[in-house]
Nanobody, 126 residues
Framework: QVQLVESGGGLAQAGGSLRLSCAASGRTFSSNAMGWFRQAPGKEREFVAAINWNGGNTYYADSVKGRFTISRDNPKNTVYLQMNNLKPEDTAVYYC???????????????????WGQGTQVTVPS
């Protein structure tokens, strides 16, 4: 199995940047597609970004495309979400997730992912 721990959340001003990290434990990390999701108060959890097993393919929600970048460092068992030009609408709890497969045609679906981190809060005041 895979255990995930997010870090790097916090407070950022509009237009600022944050980098989230997701540290994975377990010996199958390099075989897992990874995703980032977020959940704002009163809203359902929504897809943000995903990356396949070797980082060769990435996917983004329209709301973050051009501002956020997902990447991974398999030797360090870590996936990142670089968030630039932050907006108040980005305020949410961000969750890292791991799929049991190296890639998926359903990267934006919650059901694709078997493992979830505890979440990290990102706050961007208006």
């Amino acid at each position: 199995q895979v255990q995930l721990v997010e870090s790097g959340g916090g407070l950022a001003q509009a237009g600022g940047s944050l980098r989230l990290s997701c540290a994975a434990s377990g010996r199958t990390f390099s075989s897992n597609a990874m995703g980032w999701f977020r959940q704002a108060p009163g809203k359902e959890r929504e897809f943000v970004a995903a990356i396949n097993w070797n980082g060769g393919n990435t996917y983004y929600a329209d709301s973050v495309k051009g501002r956020f970048t997902i990447s991974r460092d398999n030797p360090k068992n870590t996936v990142y979400l670089q968030m630039n030009n932050l907006k108040p609408e980005d305020t949410a709890v961000y969750y890292c997730a791991a799929a049991p497969t190296p890639y998926s045609s359903y990267y934006a679906r919650l059901q694709t992912y078997d493992y979830w981190g505890q979440g990290t809060q990102v706050t961007v005041p208006s």
